[in-house]
């Protein structure tokens, strides 16, 4: 769901959602299915069919050349995304400045693990050979409990280098308490010992020089 704007304030549904992120290639991906579904039942629109928000994001999207149509000899798909590797990063409005660099941050590291190979090969390596699978169980615990979808590993694993690198309150006791616990013991120690080895283990893997954005340097804070 696009909305104009969420409201401060207030709490559940897009209000739980202060930024968002996708690669290009996703969105070339479901503007193409979208077209497709369309163009088979032209007076039945399907039930995927654009509100006008998402037609202004695909308007937006092909403005900036991050969305592209496909060529002319080949039939599906319709749309295509450059051929870089690019991550598309969205904060909401209505929400303070404090609260809008916090997420900026936090999508800022999905850019990173979009965009540059070796850092999200890093990610991986990290949740795959450095953590322990209860280690691995009490991430997907904690992000199952933020509404995201933990049985997909990807967004698992994308999720889990965002707030492991950029989060400050969440997984302490106090910002923890509503999550469940596991095998007894206090999932807030554990995602704190998580993210103190992560940062160490990643914070000489983060590219250097620092990433750029419209000639302003980004650079990323590891906790540790």
């Known amino acids: 769901q696009i909305v104009e704007r969420v409201q401060r304030g207030q709490s559940g549904g897009v209000n739980s959602y202060t930024g968002h992120n996708f690669r290009a290639s996703d969105a070339a991906e479901f503007f193409s299915l979208v077209a497709e579904l369309d ?9 995927l069919s654009l509100s006008p928000p ?5 308007s937006l999207l092909e ?5 592209l149509p496909a060529p002319q000899w080949q039939p599906q798909p319709l749309y295509q995304a450059p ?5 598309v990063l969205a904060v909401a409005r209505g929400f303070s400045k404090d609260e809008s660099q916090d997420t900026l941050l936090h999508e800022a590291m999905h850019g990173l693990f979009y965009t ?4 999200e090969a890093a990610c991986w390596g990290f949740w795959q050979e450095e953590m322990k699978a209860d280690e691995r169980d009490v991430w997907r615990e904690f992000l199952g409990g933020l ?5 997909n590993e990807e967004l698992t694993v994308n999720e889990f280098q965002a707030y492991m690198a950029t989060e400050r309150q969440l997984f302490s006791s106090k910002g923890n308490r509503k999550q469940p616990k596991s095998g007894g013991r206090d999932t807030s120690a554990v995602l704190l010992k998580i993210q103190r080895n992560f940062g160490i283990f990643i914070e000489p893997r983060v590219p250097k020089p620092f990433p750029q954005c419209s000639g ?5 804070v590891c906790n540790k």
């Open 39 to 47: 163009q088979q039942s032209p007076s039945a629109p399907s039930l």
């Open 54 to 58: 998402e037609m202004m994001l695909r």
């Open 63 to 67: 403005t900036h050349r991050l969305l």
């Open 83 to 87: 051929p870089a590797r690019i991550g």
């Open 116 to 119: 540059y190979t070796h850092y």
């Open 147 to 151: 509404g995201y979808d933990a049985g």
């Open 216 to 220: 302003c340097s980004c650079v990323f």
